[in-house]
């Protein structure tokens, strides 16, 4: 362990070294082109020897930009000929389907829940399925209760059970 440890170390020192002269090579070269550009910016005298006084630059003449002409924006996407359950529908029936529609609350799917099964769903019912206790809620489903306790809105416990997981309680 210590083994790979100095030697990571040493890969790091190694990397370290190699990162520095690649600054130091990127330093020079940097350095060298600000010579150049500073040797090409001294005036030249008439025996071809460079002055000693830099020259003074004129600073370049910025021309006004003109503004480019925006474009228009692009007009609104056209309202679509078909709601998207009308497009596959449209589909189905030229593909040969026949479309028929239900009304979802009056098929066999949601039922509204009985008297009976309203009268069994009650806080000792909810108390039961939170606390997990599958003993008490076979005896209490045991003495004449509804099978599938709902409360008002069809909602069973059932799906109290398996939305808190609890897969103790549906064996």
């Given at each position: 362990n210590n083994w790979i440890f100095r030697r990571d170390k040493?890969?790091?020192?190694?990397?370290?070294?190699?990162?520095?002269?690649?600054?130091?090579?990127?330093?020079?070269?940097?350095?060298?082109?600000?010579?150049?550009?500073?040797?090409?910016?001294?005036p030249v005298t008439a025996n071809g020897q460079s002055s000693a006084a830099p020259?003074?630059?004129?600073?370049?003449v910025v021309e006004p930009q003109q503004p480019e002409p925006v474009a228009p924006p692009p007009p609104p996407p056209s309202k679509?000929?078909?709601?998207?359950?009308?497009y596959f529908d449209h589909l189905l029936e030229e593909r040969g389907y026949k479309i028929q529609l239900y009304e979802t609350l009056k098929t066999g799917y949601s039922n509204p829940p009985t008297p009976l099964q309203i009268a069994s769903y009650g806080p000792r019912m909810v108390q039961i399925v939170r606390s997990n206790d599958d003993r008490a809620l076979r005896d209490t489903l045991g003495v004449g209760l509804s099978?599938?306790?709902c409360n008002q809105?069809?909602?069973?416990?059932?799906?109290?059970?398996?939305?808190?997981?609890?897969?103790?309680?549906?064996?």
């Open positions: 040493k890969l790091d020192e190694t990397k370290k070294k190699e990162y520095n002269k690649d600054k130091d090579q990127v330093l020079k070269k940097s350095r060298a082109r600000t010579r150049r550009a500073a040797m090409t910016s001294l020259a003074v630059a004129t600073p370049p679509p000929q078909y709601t998207l359950q009308e099978p599938n306790p809105f069809g909602e069973s416990l059932l799906h109290m059970i398996c939305r808190r997981g609890d897969t103790t309680l549906l064996t």
